[in-house]
């Protein structure tokens, strides 16, 4: 089966801190994605990538940068949290290709304060 | 820009069919999708349909697609309380997929 692990479940950052969110997939996979869920927007993207080193902006990048040094690791970083980055915050993977079926992580729920 | 459009809730008896409707923009979508979300979890694939099909059945699940009015509903046989959930409709784009708000399916006993 193929997984897609996000680093926490849920995580408490102070206004102004630079927090990391963490993400593994283990199934060889070119594409990840980071995505924020919030009530009544579904999801957005925030950034993919689609190769090592590679990156795209999706639709709300702004306040964010990733990182994707190794092919199975793609990290969201924002650089200083704030409150209305409070969010579920979800990673995705995929192959290249038409069939573009992503496999998703349970989620990081974080919370600024 | 692609939009995928799906109302936002629906609520069935234990029993009932459940039908969610979705309508997309993009005409080049090769493949559409239909997430199960349920509470406090990621997204699973509950099934896709390729854009040059009308149908596809698994087991309680029908997809229809009708292309040319861009709309693509999902039917859920039989419904039971474990199908109670969020589900997202998604198009497939460029390397990326563009989801639906989703429709929060509430069953009763």
């Known amino acids: 089966d193929v997984k897609v692990t996000q680093s926490s479940r849920y995580l408490v950052k102070r206004t102004g801190e630079k927090v990391f969110l963490e993400c593994v997939q283990d199934m060889d996979h070119e594409n990840m994605f980071w995505y924020r869920q919030d009530p009544g927007l579904g999801l957005r993207l925030i950034y993919f990538s689609y190769d090592v080193k590679m990156k795209e902006k999706g639709d709300i990048p702004e306040g964010y940068s990733v990182s994707r040094e190794k092919k199975e690791r793609f990290s969201l970083i924002l650089e200083s949290a704030s409150t209305n980055q409070t969010s579920m915050y979800l990673c995705?993977?995929?192959?290249?290709?038409?069939?573009?079926?992503?496999?998703f992580g349970q989620g990081t729920r974080l919370t600024v304060v | 820009g692609e939009d995928v459009e799906q109302s936002l809730f629906l609520s069935v008896r234990e029993g009932d069919s459940s039908v969610i409707n979705c309508t997309y923009t993009?005409?080049?979508?090769?493949?559409l999708y239909w997430y199960k979300q349920e509470p406090g979890a990621g997204l699973q694939l509950l099934t896709y349909?390729?854009?040059?099909?009308d149908m596809k059945q698994d087991q309680r699940l029908t997809v229809l697609l009708n292309k040319k009015d861009k709309h693509l509903s999902l039917r859920i046989a039989d419904t039971q309380t474990g199908d109670s959930a969020i589900y997202f409709c998604a198009e497939s784009g460029y390397s990326t997929l563009t989801f639906g708000k989703g429709t929060m399916l509430l069953v009763s006993p």
């Open positions: 993009d005409s080049s979508s090769t493949y």
């Open positions: 349909i390729f854009s040059n099909m």
């Open positions: 995705a993977s995929s192959l290249s290709g038409s069939n573009t079926e992503a496999f």
